[in-house]
C-alpha cells in the first residue's frame, strides 16, 4: 500500500544538480529516502533548505542508525520537512565502519541540530565537525564506558555494577561544570589547583 | 562601570486597547544620576537538578549580573534511562509499556503513537472501534498533561489554588483511565493492532459527563489568571521567540503555534481521521509564555470537543484488528483448545516479526511533535528505535528565549516551554 | 522510685521508664511531623504530587511543609528512577540532610532499577544512600506511598533516642563506595524476566 506513493520530486532536483553526490534513493513506507556523499553532504542540505522550489526550512530530527549486520555503514539521517509545500525527505549518510565517523554539523543552517548532533555524538561517537560545542549531553562528560547506542556496546556497559556505581559517585559535581561555565565569574581562579588540574586533565580525556 | 537599566513593568490592567488586548501601563524606574557605583560582578549560580521549579531533573547553569540573566546553560541527561538501548532488546509490544514512561504526564498518548509505528511498519490496518477509541486516548492525554502545565506555571508564577484545581481534575480524569486500563498513569494502552481492552460498560456516559464539567474549571481557571495583571506583567513579552525563530530552532507544538506558525501534525499529517474531526487549532502571535498558556487553555476546550464529537461517532465492532499474526487469541480460546495456546506461547516468546524496512511516524502529542522512527531488519525487535522528542528541541532554546530577562522570568518561561524531562533524556 | 530509674543496658532500647517515655515523646512527635524532602525524578514524581493534593494529601500525616531544601529536611522520598548520572547528586542531597534523617524509595526503579536494567541506571538507591522503606509499584498508588509513610512512622516509634548507631553519619570508604563491591553487584545481579532479556535478535 505505501511502497506505491511516489517519490518526493527533490530527488530529481537533487540528482539534476549534484549528479554522483546523490546515492540511491527509495520509498519506504510512503516515505522518500536518499543517501548522500559524506564530502558534500553540507553544501546538498544548505541547497536543500535556500533552494526556492525546495524550502526544507524544518529540521525535524538528526539521529544515526547502526546495524546488526557488522559489515553495514553506521547511517546518520536527517529527517526534514518544507513546511510551506508540507513536504518531507529523509536524508542518510552512510559512514563506513573502518572509516572516521565524521560528517560536518549542520547548526550554521538549523540551529535545531545542535543539541541532536550532541546526542548522535555521545550515543553513537559520530563527530560532527563545526560544532561549537560537541560534548556528551545525556551521559556526563566524563564517562568513559564508550557510546552505549553502538551494537558492540553491552545493554548492561561494560563495566561491573559497583565499578559504574564507583564511578558515577566519583565524577563529582563540580566535574559537571563545563570549563566554559567556569571562567564565568571568575569562579576558576578560585578553585584550587588540585582541582583545576583535574578538570584540564578530564577534559582532555572526555572524547575517549 | 555599572550600566543602569531600565526596568519596566505592568501594574493592572484599567481596561482594553484597540485591539481588544488588555492593556499595560508602563512604568519605567531609572537610576538617579546621585546613586553611587554597584559592584557589578557577574554570578554564576547553579538551579537544579533537584529543584521545586525545574519541573524534573533539569540543570541550568545562570549567569547573573545582579537579577539579569546573562547567559543560561542547561544541562540534561539527569534522567537519562537507555529506553532506546532497551528498545532494540524488546518485542514491539513490549516496547510499549516503555513508552508510558517517557512523556509520564500523557502516557497513553505515547502508547499509540508507537502503536501507529509500528503497525504502519508491519502493514496492519486497525479497526475503526480502535481508531475511534485512540482519538478519545489521544485528546484525553492531552487534556491532563495541559493540566499538569497550568497547575505547576501557575505554582511557579505564584498562583497556588490552580495548581490544586488542576490536579482535581486530573483525579477525575484518573478515574476513567484506571477503569479503561487500571493503571492511573503508566497505562500500556495500545498493542500492536489494537488496544488492551475495550472501555467498559457505561465509561462513555462517565466521560461525556466529565466533558460536560470541565470547561466550568478552565472557566474558572481564566477567571483567576486570563485578566489578572500579575499574571499578565509576568507573562506578556516575556521569552519571546519569533516564528522564523521557532523554525530555526525546530520548535513544535504549543510552542510554535503561540509564536505564529501554523503547523499541527493532526491537521498537516493527519493520522487516526483527525482530519474527519470538527476543531480549530490555536495560534498565537507573539510568542511570550501568555500567548503559550492562552494556546494550551484553547487546546483543552478544543479537546473536549473532539471528545465528544468522538463519542458521538464510536461505532461498535471488534477493538483489535482482524490479524492472527499480531494478535493473541482471546482468553476463552486460548483456555480451550491446542492450536490457541501454541499461537498465544509463540506470540508471546518469539515476538511478532516486522518486515524490513523503516517508518518514521510522527503524532501531535501535548508537548509537541513526537516523531518514532523504527528500523526493522526482519527480526521482532527493531533495530533502532528512535524518539523524536518535543521537549527536547523545545528545551534546547531556552538560552534565546532567557537570555536578558530577568531570573524570575527565567522560571516563568522554563514554566512555559512544558517539558518532561523522562522524553528529553530517555 | 528506684525501679523507675533502673538502667537495663539492652541494644537499641531506652535504659529505664523514664527515658522510655522521652523516646515515646521524641519519637512521637519525629513521626507525626516528617519534612519530605521530594528527590522527584519521573513517574513516580507525579504520583508524589498526586499524593500531596488534595485527594490524597499526606499533610494529614505530618507532611505538611515539603522541604525542598535538604537542609530543612528530615525524610528523603526518592520517587523515580536514578540513573547513574544523578547519583552523586542524591548522595550529595542526603548528605546535606542533618540527622534525624530517613529515607523512603519510592517505586520499582528506586528500588531495584525496575524496568531498566542497563548501563544507565542505578540499580537500587540503597546501592548508594542506606533505605528505610522502600514502597514498591510502577508507579506506586497514592494509597501505597501513605502506606510506607505509615510504616516509616512505625519504624520510627520503634526507634530509641539512646541508640547511638541509628544516627551514624556513613562516610564513603576508600573506593568511594557506601557498601562493600560484592554487595552492590549483589544487588544489582539481574532477576526474574530480565536475566532473559539481554538478547537484541
Redesign the interface.
Known amino acids: 500500500?505505501?511502497d506505491a506513493a511516489p517519490e518526493n520530486p527533490s530527488v530529481a532536483g537533487l540528482r539534476a544538480r549534484f549528479g554522483a553526490a546523490v546515492g540511491p534513493s527509495a520509498v519506504?513506507?510512503?516515505?522518500t529516502?536518499v543517501h548522500l556523499a559524506v564530502d558534500r553532504a553540507h553544501e546538498i542540505l544548505a541547497w536543500l533548505r535556500d533552494a526556492p522550489e525546495e524550502r526544507y526550512?524544518?529540521?525535524?530530527?538528526v539521529?544515526a542508525?547502526?546495524?546488526?549486520?557488522r559489515e553495514r555503514p553506521l547511517e546518520v539521517?536527517y529527517?526534514l520537512r518544507s513546511?510551506a509545500r508540507?513536504a518531507?525527505l529523509?536524508i542518510k549518510i552512510d559512514l563506513p565502519k573502518g572509516g572516521p565517523l565524521e560528517v560536518d554539523s549542520v547548526v550554521d543552517l538549523?540551529?535545531?541540530a545542535?543539541?541532536?548532533e550532541r546526542?548522535t555524538y555521545d550515543?553513537f561517537g559520530v563527530r560532527f565537525r563545526g560544532h561549537p560545542d560537541l560534548r556528551?549531553?545525556?551521559?556526563?562528560e566524563t564517562y568513559s564506558e564508550g557510546y552505549?547506542?553502538r551494537k558492540d556496546?553491552p545493554?548492561r556497559g561494560r563495566f561491573s555494577r559497583s565499578e559504574q556505581v564507583r564511578r558515577a559517585l566519583g565524577a563529582g559535581l563540580d566535574a559537571?561544570?563545563?570549563m566554559?561555565?567556569?571562567t564565568?565569574?571568575?569562579?576558576y581562579d578560585s578553585l584550587p589547583a588540585d582541582v583545576r588540574e583535574r578538570l584540564a586533565s578530564e577534559r582532555g580525556g572526555a572524547e575517549r | 562601570m555599572a550600566e543602569r537599566r531600565v526596568v519596566e513593568m505592568a501594574l493592572a490592567t484599567p481596561g482594553v486597547d484597540a485591539a481588544g488586548r488588555p492593556a499595560r501601563i508602563p512604568l519605567v524606574a531609572q537610576a538617579s544620576p546621585g546613586e553611587p557605583d554597584l559592584k557589578t560582578?557577574?554570578?554564576?549560580i547553579n538551579i537544579g537538578?533537584?529543584?521545586?521549579a525545574t519541573h524534573?531533573?533539569l540543570?541550568l547553569?545562570v549567569?547573573l549580573d545582579g537579577e539579569v540573566v546573562v547567559?543560561v546553560?542547561p544541562?540534561?541527561?539527569?534522567?537519562?534511562?537507555?529506553f532506546?538501548?532497551?528498545g532494540?532488546?524488546?518485542h514491539y509490544n513490549q516496547i510499549i509499556?516503555?513508552t508510558?514512561?517517557t512523556d509520564?504526564?500523557s502516557a497513553p498518548a505515547n502508547n499509540v503513537a508507537f502503536a501507529l509505528a509500528a503497525e504502519?511498519?508491519m502493514?496492519i490496518e486497525i479497526t475503526e472501534r480502535c481508531t475511534v477509541l485512540r482519538v478519545i486516548a489521544c485528546e484525553l492525554s492531552r487534556i491532563i498533561s495541559h493540566l499538569?502545565w497550568a497547575g505547576t506555571t501557575a505554582i511557579d508564577i505564584g498562583a497556588f489554588t490552580v495548581?490544586?484545581w488542576m490536579?482535581?481534575e486530573?483525579?477525575r480524569v484518573?478515574n476513567l483511565i484506571e477503569e479503561w486500563t487500571g493503571a492511573?498513569?503508566?497505562t500500556t494502552l495500545t498493542r500492536v493492532g489494537g488496544l488492551m481492552a475495550d472501555v467498559p460498560e457505561g465509561w462513555t456516559g462517565r466521560l461525556r459527563e466529565w466533558c460536560a464539567k470541565f470547561p466550568k474549571t478552565l472557566d474558572e481557571v481564566d477567571r483567576m489568571l486570563l485578566r489578572n495583571g500579575i499574571w499578565l506583567g509576568r507573562t506578556q513579552d516575556v521569552g519571546v521567540m519569533t516564528a522564523a525563530e521557532a523554525?530555526?530552532?525546530?520548535l513544535s507544538g504549543p510552542m510554535l503555534r503561540a509564536s505564529g506558525?501554523a503547523?499541527d501534525v493532526r491537521k498537516?499529517?493527519p493520522y487516526l481521521g483527525y482530519d474527519s474531526y470538527d476543531f480549530e487549532v490555536p495560534v498565537g502571535e507573539h510568542g511570550d509564555v501568555y500567548d503559550r498558556y492562552l494556546v494550551r487553555m484553547e487546546e483543552m476546550r478544543q479537546s473536549v470537543r473532539i471528545l465528544l464529537q468522538a463519542l458521538d461517532r464510536l461505532p461498535d465492532g471488534p477493538i483489535n484488528a482482524a490479524d492472527p499474526r499480531v494478535i493473541l487469541p482471546p482468553k476463552q480460546r486460548l483456555m480451550s483448545d491446542m492450536e490457541s495456546m501454541i499461537h498465544h506461547f509463540k506470540q508471546v516468546m518469539e515476538g511478532v516479526p516486522a518486515p524490513v524496512?523503516?517508518?518514521?511516524v510522527?503524532v501531535e502529542n501535548p508537548k509537541g511533535?513526537l516523531?518514532t522512527?523504527l528500523?526493522s531488519?526482519g527480526?521482532a525487535?527493531p533495530?533502532?528505535w528512535?524518539i523524536?522528542p518535543p521537549s527536547?528541541?523545545n528545551i534546547?532554546?531556552l538560552p534565546?528565549m532567557a537570555e536578558g530577562h530577568l531570573l524570575s522570568d527565567l522560571i516563568a518561561i522554563n514554566a512555559s516551554v512544558d517539558i518532561v524531562?523522562?522524553e528529553i533524556?530517555? | 522510685m528506684k525501679h523507675v530509674l533502673e538502667t537495663k543496658q539492652v541494644a537499641g532500647q531506652s535504659p529505664n521508664w523514664l527515658l522510655a517515655r522521652l523516646d515515646d515523646l521524641v519519637n512521637w512527635s519525629r513521626a507525626n511531623s516528617l519534612w519530605p524532602m521530594?528527590?522527584?525524578?519521573?513517574?513516580c514524581?507525579?504520583?508524589f504530587?498526586?499524593t500531596a493534593?488534595?485527594?490524597f494529601d499526606f499533610a494529614r500525616f505530618g507532611m505538611e511543609r515539603?522541604a525542598?531544601s535538604p537542609r530543612q529536611a528530615d525524610v528523603l522520598i526518592c520517587a523515580?528512577?536514578l540513573?547513574f548520572?544523578?547519583a552523586p547528586?542524591?548522595r550529595t542531597?542526603y548528605d546535606q540532610m542533618p540527622q534525624p534523617k530517613w529515607v523512603i524509595s519510592m517505586g520499582a526503579c528506586a528500588s531495584s532499577g525496575g524496568?531498566?536494567d542497563?548501563?544507565?541506571?542505578v540499580q537500587g538507591i540503597d546501592t548508594i544512600v542506606p533505605v528505610d522503606v522502600y514502597v514498591p509499584g510502577?508507579?506506586p498508588?497514592p494509597e501505597g506511598l501513605l502506606y510506607g509513610i505509615m510504616l516509616l512512622q512505625k519504624k520510627i516509634k520503634r526507634e530509641s533516642v539512646f541508640d547511638p548507631s541509628l544516627r551514624v553519619e556513613q562516610l564513603a570508604d576508600q573506593r568511594g563506595l557506601y557498601l562493600e563491591p560484592a554487595a552492590v553487584d549483589e544487588v544489582s545481579e539481574p532477576f526474574g524476566n530480565s536475566i532473559h532479556?539481554?538478547?537484541?535478535?
Open positions: 500500500m505505501s519506504v513506507a510512503g516515505a529516502v526550512d524544518y529540521l525535524v530530527d539521529t542508525v547502526e546495524y546488526r549486520d539521517v529527517q513546511l508540507n518531507m529523509r538549523w540551529h535545531g545542535d543539541w541532536l546526542e550515543m556528551r549531553i545525556l551521559m556526563w552505549p547506542l556496546f545493554l559537571h561544570y563545563s566554559e561555565e567556569l564565568i565569574a571568575d569562579a | 560582578d557577574h554570578m554564576l537538578p533537584q529543584h521545586p524534573g531533573v540543570r547553569v549567569e547567559r546553560i544541562h540534561i541527561g539527569y534522567l537519562h534511562s537507555g532506546e538501548k532497551l532494540e532488546y524488546r509499556p516503555l508510558d514512561r509520564y504526564l504502519r511498519l502493514g499538569v495548581f490544586l490536579f482535581q486530573r483525579e484518573y492511573r498513569l503508566t523554525i530555526d530552532y525546530s506558525v503547523f498537516d499529517h524496512g523503516e517508518v518514521y510522527p511533535e516523531g522512527y528500523v531488519d527480526s525487535k533495530v533502532r528512535r523524536r527536547f528541541l534546547a532554546a534565546k524531562m523522562g533524556d530517555r | 521530594p528527590f522527584g525524578t519521573a513517574c514524581a507525579i504520583e504530587m498526586a493534593a488534595s485527594r515539603q525542598f523515580g528512577r540513573p548520572k544523578l547528586v542524591i542531597i524496568i531498566f542497563n548501563y544507565a541506571m510502577c508507579p498508588r532479556q539481554t538478547r537484541s535478535a
